[in-house]
């Protein structure tokens, strides 16, 4: 059996808002839709699922992230996830300028959460809170 990751779903408060930081990050907008019917009521197990879709990609082909709005059930608002609870965390990516991709954060009202770490000399990284919550880690390889 082979296995691939085809991508990670996130679910957000504002899809629009949630597509500019993340295209002002460097990912590309694949496309936009729309599902609802009965395979999304049974893929995603909630009856009446009905959602817009946003599916968008890392400039080097090989990550990409589903951003979905629920216009039924109606969204559940819940407290943003924090760095030590169990569950889905956050989602990382790798940049060549820290400083720059912080700016564009910045922009969008996003900030480190505590500031920017060296982990061993390898990585220079931070996390910040992006748009409905969202963790996003922000690493620089260090060196040559």
């Known amino acids: 059996m082979s296995i691939r990751l085809e991508n990670?779903?996130?679910?957000?408060?504002?899809?629009?808002?949630?597509?500019?930081?993340f295209t002002d990050l460097g990912l590309t907008l694949l496309g936009r839709d729309t599902v609802?019917?009965?395979?999304?009521?049974?893929?995603?197990?909630?009856d009446g699922n009905h959602a817009d879709?946003?599916?968008?990609?890392t400039p080097d082909g090989a990550g990409r992230i589903e951003l979905f709005?629920?216009?039924?059930?109606?969204?559940?608002?819940?407290?943003?996830?924090?760095?030590?609870q169990i569950g889905m965390h956050r989602?990382?990516?790798?940049?060549?300028?820290?400083?720059q991709a912080l700016a564009v954060a910045a922009r969008h009202g996003c900030h480190p959460l505590r500031g920017v770490a060296n982990y061993e000399g390898v990585y220079a990284l931070t996390y910040v809170r992006g748009p409905s919550g969202i963790i996003v880690m922000l690493a620089q390889k260090l060196g040559a």
């Open 8 to 21: 990670v779903g996130i679910a957000v408060r504002d899809l629009d808002e949630a597509i500019a930081f």
């Open 36 to 46: 609802q019917g009965e395979w999304a009521d049974t893929a995603v197990g909630l």
């Open 53 to 57: 879709i946003a599916m968008l990609q």
């Open 69 to 84: 709005q629920n216009r039924h059930p109606t969204m559940i608002e819940t407290e943003p996830t924090l760095p030590h």
């Open 91 to 99: 989602v990382a990516f790798e940049v060549d300028d820290l400083e």
